[in-house]
């Protein structure tokens, strides 16, 4: 497993692998190409199919120029490495290619060239069983996990992510206006919270949970500055789950900061052994993922054993096994950003429910993860960022 940092990165919505990665990948090609005349930028696969609606021309335009970028859409085109693959050519003034280079966007916020190893890893730990047993046998919580691995240096990083979190959710509560693309959708995240709080306190949870989860995702979709966990088309789950702990529920920023620590050890499971990109599995490994690592951080929260915090994550993935990516006109707006509110009210539910248990359970949430990958395979690829099945084709 890779370090926490890989997982969580700070950057600009609204796509971790449709913008955050494709921006990355063009100012490294401008850093050694800065003599071109132009650059072209061939986009193949889901990349092209969404990649208007995720605003990935506009990212990369914004690196090199829009009058020097010229964007080539290869939907129909599927790499073989990955289906988020991109091309960077530098011309002359002739149009004569000068360099090039083809790199994928692999998910959540990662490139990868084909045949390179990826981002070292700095875990000994091959699955989750193995992070809960070394936990079980040291008698330590589960966060620790991470600093035993990473050193005490990860959890200032963690600091610097809670920080961010936050920040964004404060944003997202106060801009009130319509986000960007087609679909002139209005923010909602200004008024849940008003309406959350003037309901009894014991009945402001769901719309205060939705709102911080949808102030996250507005940001996200109207371009902000987010944190991606584990992408940005899902955000707003653990980002708002834990705002709503802090505000609500007396929790302190080092207990969240140790939360993020074990939220990120189930988001690097998954990525180590399933996947967090929609172009790969579909919708279940960005809001299913999210909602299993606020799921494992609640159960935390509220003082789960090692066996209640997995099993809180287990069931937030389980029940959204197959969940489709179908944006409407391929903006990460419809459905994603109503999906992190339902999925931060998921959470909390799933790890009140492991909580209810003694922590025992049929199904490891190693299981889901395979269960998962499998199911990601097996669904056809309109289902998978592309904008061509679903709610994609029916909304109108
Ligand atoms: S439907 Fe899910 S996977 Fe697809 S773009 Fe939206 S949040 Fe990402």
């Not at 490294?28 to 969404?50: E, I, M």
């Not at 500055?225 to 584990?230: D, F, M, Q, S």
């Amino acid at each position: 497993m890779q370090s926490l940092r890989e997982l969580y990165r700070i950057g600009m919505g609204p796509s971790s692998s449709h913008t955050m990665a494709p921006r990355r990948a063009a100012q490294y090609f401008l850093d050694h190409n800065q003599k071109a005349a132009a650059y072209r930028v061939t986009l193949y696969g889901s990349l092209a199919a969404t990649g208007k609606g995720h605003f990935t021309d506009q990212a990369v335009m914004e690196v090199f120029g829009t009058d020097k970028t010229r964007i080539v859409w290869l939907k129909d085109t599927v790499l073989p490495y990955h289906a988020n693959a991109m091309k960077f050519e530098a011309l002359d003034a002739k149009e004569n290619t000068l360099a090039q280079w083809t790199t994928y966007s692999v998910g959540g916020g990662a490139l990868q060239d084909e045949g390179e190893a990826p981002a070292q890893e700095v875990y000994a730990f091959k699955n989750f069983t193995e992070i809960v047993d070394w936990a079980t046998s040291q008698g330590r919580p589960l966060w620790t996990a991470a600093v035993e691995s990473e050193g005490e240096e990860i959890m200032s990083y963690l600091a610097t992510v809670w920080n961010q979190m936050q920040a964004c959710v404060r944003r997202g509560l106060e801009h009130e206006d319509v986000l960007p693309g087609g679909l002139r959708l209005a923010r909602k995240a200004y008024s849940f919270y008003k309406k959350a709080l003037a309901q009894r306190p014991d009945l402001s949870r769901t719309g205060l949970l939705s709102a911080y989860a949808l102030a996250v995702s507005e940001e996200n979709a109207g371009r902000g500055i987010v944190v991606t966990a584990p992408t940005c088309g899902s955000c707003g789950v653990v980002a708002g789950v834990l705002y709503y702990l802090k505000y609500h529920r007396n929790v302190t920023d080092r207990e969240i900061i140790n939360a993020l620590a074990t939220a990120g050890l189930v988001g690097n499971t998954v990525k180590q052994n399933g996947s967090i990109s929609g172009a790969e599995v579909g919708c279940q490994g960005e809001i299913g993922v999210a909602c299993a690592m606020a799921a494992a951080a609640v159960a935390q929260l509220f003082g789960g054993t090692v066996s209640q915090i997995e099993y809180a994550a287990e069931i937030g993935l389980e029940h959204f096994l197959g969940l489709t990516c179908d944006p409407v006109m391929g903006l990460v707006q419809i459905p994603c950003i109503e999906r992190n509110a339902i999925a931060a009210n998921r959470a909390v539910a799933a790890a009140e429910y492991a909580l209810y248990t003694d922590g025992q359970h049929r199904v490891s949430f190693d299981d889901v993860v395979k269960a998962m990958r499998q199911t990601g395979h097996d669904l056809p690829p309109l289902y998978k960022e592309t904008a061509e099945g679903g709610l994609a084709t029916l909304y109108k």
